[in-house]
């Protein structure tokens, strides 16, 4: 006996690798709707070997559904996801909307699973920022050994984080580059995204901070310990898909670099490829469809007690987005729902 699931927004990016990752894990399901807004009425989208025709989120029923996985930005989540969670139906919400509310679960699954008995609060369980996602299935591990202090990050971001628009930006001005009179100003980004790199990732706040760095302090700490300090830096880079980080760590206790590496090669999620040669590490055209967050560079930094330095990258589209949601709806099915 598997489960009635709902996919909203099937149309877009990551909706479109949920349904992808859904098939792919053989996730028990007995019936798949796959839903966007009624613009995209008729657009059939891939499931496995099935095809599904779009059907409409507004006119859509969600009495009687077991879960419904919601990659439609958060003004709509506004407008669909109580009415999913008051109809029964568990919502797993890829938006930033439910995040920072005490009273709906954050959860990586590799890192706090735990939190999955919460969800019944308001019957919505919340996805974590994209560069949140990765760097946490890499801090925990290391967080139970030696207890973090402090972390500063620096990501170096895709474009597709920010949709399939800055995808289609990226590649427009690229090409534009070598045809200097189709001439193609930025539309999405504040500044051309082609051959450069940008700073700016989200709106500035009254701290000088993005959104984007303080949704990865605020993550971080609700998802492994509030009292953990963190520094983020959030760069746009002209990488189609998958984010790549340089994370620093402070520790409470000494970690020597060697134990951390084996660490980090036994933990969940985690592929660890950090051999110290040209090429010994991962790069995000290597991590594009594949499940893990890949480790690498790891060594100690010497101008701190206690400090460890390496190189973290993911496909924000899997495990930043849609991997973790099926994830998610894979546990609360194991721990809760007890169906499939």
């Known amino acids: 006996m598997g489960y009635r699931i709902a996919v909203a927004g099937a149309t877009g990016n990551v909706g479109r690798e949920m349904l992808n990752i859904l098939a792919e894990r053989a996730f028990p399901v007995d019936e798949i709707a796959a839903l966007a807004s009624r613009r995209s009425l008729g657009t059939e989208v891939s499931f496995g070997d099935k095809t599904l025709t779009i059907r409409d989120l507004d006119a859509f029923d969600f009495t009687g559904w077991d879960m419904a996985l919601f990659a439609i930005g958060s003004d709509a989540t506004k407008k669909y996801a109580p009415k999913a969670a008051r109809a029964g139906c568990v919502v797993i919400d890829n938006s930033s909307l439910y995040r920072y509310d005490p009273e709906v679960p954050l959860i990586v699954p590799e890192v706090n699973p735990q939190a999955v008995h919460d969800y019944a609060r308001k019957n919505i369980i919340a996805n974590p920022n994209c560069s949140t996602a990765q760097m946490v299935v890499a801090l925990k591990p290391l967080h139970d050994r030696a207890r973090i202090r402090r972390v500063v990050v620096s990501t170096y971001q895709s474009v597709s984080g920010a949709g399939k628009e800055a995808m289609d930006e990226l590649w427009d001005q690229t090409k ?68 790549s980080e340089a994370v620093n760590i402070e520790f409470e206790d000494f970690l020597d670099e060697d134990e951390a590496r084996e660490i980090l090669r036994t933990a969940p999620g985690i592929l660890v490829i950090d051999k110290r040669e040209d090429g010994g590490y991962v790069t995000p055209v290597e991590c594009v469809g594949d499940y893990a967050t890949f480790i690498s560079r790891i060594r100690q930094d010497s101008t701190i007690d206690n400090g460890l330095n390496l190189w973290c990258v993911s ?12 994830q998610i709806a894979e546990l609360l099915g194991r721990e809760v729902l007890k169906k499939g």
């Open 176 to 243: 534009a580059i070598y045809n200097p009179v189709d001439e193609k100003p930025p539309r999405l980004f504040p500044k051309q995204i082609a051959f450069n790199v940008i700073p700016q990732i989200d709106v500035f706040m009254e701290s000088g901070e993005t959104r984007e760095e303080w949704k990865m302090v605020a993550e971080t700490k609700k998802i492994v310990d509030p009292s953990i300090k963190v520094s983020a830096t959030c760069v746009r880079v002209p990488v189609f898909v998958g984010h």
């Open 315 to 326: 496909d924000n589209l899997r495990k930043g987005a849609a991997l973790n949601a099926v």
